[in-house]
T-cell receptor, first 114, second 112 residues
Framework: DGGITQSPKYLFRKEGQNVTLSCEQN?????MYWYRQDPGQGLRLIYY???????QKGDIAEGYSVSREKKESFPLTVTSAQKNPTAFYLC?????????????FGQGTRLTVV | GESVGLHLPTLSVQEGDNSIINCAYS??????FIWYKQESGKGPQFIID?????DKRQGQRVTVLLNKTVKHLSLQIAATQPGDSAVYFC???????????FGSGTRLQVQP
């Protein structure tokens, strides 16, 4: 069953700790994305990657880091430098990065700082 | 700066009626638009897309209209059903930007 898998669904983090969110896709897509969603708001782009071993900052990259060592995987680390990390995090992928391409989304990870 | 916004944060309709969700965008270079549906606690699901060389596109029970002159697009849902209740986002892209930009969303509530 093809798709995008995000894990875990819920994640709790203590202040000052780094935490890594997993995103795996078996759609053979080149491009992958991370978005953040706050309650009642739209999605904001954190990082994106158009190809393995390459990624670019999005609109709100501060306090986050990513890696793209494999085509199917694009983990996101929320570092202690992110001042307000509690949010719903969405991973997406598309056939290729750039305009005119639909993005497919995972089911999200809800991160809560306790 | 770039923005994609929606006119109404919440839209309430009766079951069986048609729904119209509106979206305004500010970037005249935008050339690709998508509507997504997001149910509570889930990721967005693709509904329909349209490219800037078109002004209308139809899917199953949905129609997207694009007016580039006033930078406006709309999503029309025919015979709205309870399962259509969700938040709807428009998103846009253009050459030079490698990821979609999303609006803030409209919540559609279908009354039985």
């Amino acid at each position: 069953d093809g798709g995008i898998t995000q894990s875990p669904k819920y994640l709790f983090r203590k202040e000052g700790q780094n935490v890594t969110l997993s995103c795996e896709q078996n759609l053979n897509h080149d491009a992958m994305y991370w978005y953040r969603q706050d309650p009642g708001q739209g999605l904001r782009l954190i990082y994106y990657s158009q190809i393995v071993n390459d990624f670019q900052k999005g609109d709100i990259a501060e306090g986050y880091s990513v890696s793209r060592e494999k085509k199917e995987s694009f983990p996101l680390t929320v570092t202690s430098a992110q001042k307000n990390p509690t949010a719903f995090y969405l991973c997406a992928s598309s056939i290729a990065g750039g305009p005119n391409t639909e993005a497919f989304f995972g089911q999200g990870t809800r991160l809560t700082v306790v | 700066g770039e923005s994609v916004g929606l006119h109404l944060p919440t839209l309430s309709v009766q079951e069986g009626d048609n729904s119209i969700i509106n979206c305004a965008y500010s970037n005249s270079a935008s050339d690709y638009f998508i509507w997504y549906k997001q149910e509570s606690g889930k990721g967005p699901q693709f509904i329909i897309d349209i490219r800037s060389n078109m002004d209308k596109r139809q899917g199953q029970r949905v129609t997207v209209l694009l007016n580039k002159t006033v930078k406006h697009l709309s999503l029309q849902i025919a015979a709205t059903q309870p399962g259509d209740s969700a938040v709807y986002f428009c998103a846009e892209n253009h050459s030079g930007r490698r990821a979609l930009t999303f609006g803030s969303g409209t919540r559609l509530q279908v009354q039985p």
